[in-house]
């Protein structure tokens, strides 16, 4: 049974920083690509970030470049999103998510797993 846990969301002041971290559990995850997706209140899923297994590569939505890093450690089985310079419109919950895939990362119907969300809110 594969498990995704989000943790280190909170209350924020606009320009502050939080990091998120994803524990994984029941899939082999050096063999899976982690991502990133948000949601906000009355707003559609959006892909935030991904770290592919196949390549090491990363990607992130435009929205998000430069103030976001994604990274992984396959030996803890956990994915983290650093998040810097945060702003108001970050406010939403992210979602981790798992796939074997390593293509079209930033559609999350690529994806096979997801964790619960873990709530992020940006004050101004």
């Known amino acids: 049974q594969v498990q995704l846990v989000e943790s280190g969301g909170g209350l924020v002041q606009a320009g502050g920083s939080l990091r998120l971290s994803c524990a994984a559990s029941?899939?082999?995850?050096?063999?899976?690509?982690m991502a990133w997706f948000r949601q906000a209140p009355g707003k559609e899923r959006e892909f935030v970030a991904a770290?592919?297994?196949?390549?090491?590569?990363?990607n992130y939505a435009d929205s998000v470049k430069g103030r976001f890093t994604i990274s992984r450690d396959n030996a803890k089985n956990t994915v983290y999103l650093q998040m810097n310079s945060l702003k108001p419109e970050d406010t939403a919950v992210y979602y981790c998510?798992?796939?074997?895939?390593?293509?079209?990362?930033?559609?999350?119907?690529?994806?096979?797993?997801w964790g619960q969300g873990t709530q992020v809110t940006v004050s101004s």
């Open positions: 998510a798992a796939t074997y895939r390593w293509s079209g990362l930033n559609t999350g119907a690529r994806y096979d797993y």
């Open positions: 029941g899939l082999t995850f050096s063999t899976h690509t």
């Open positions: 770290f592919s297994w196949n390549g090491g590569s990363r």
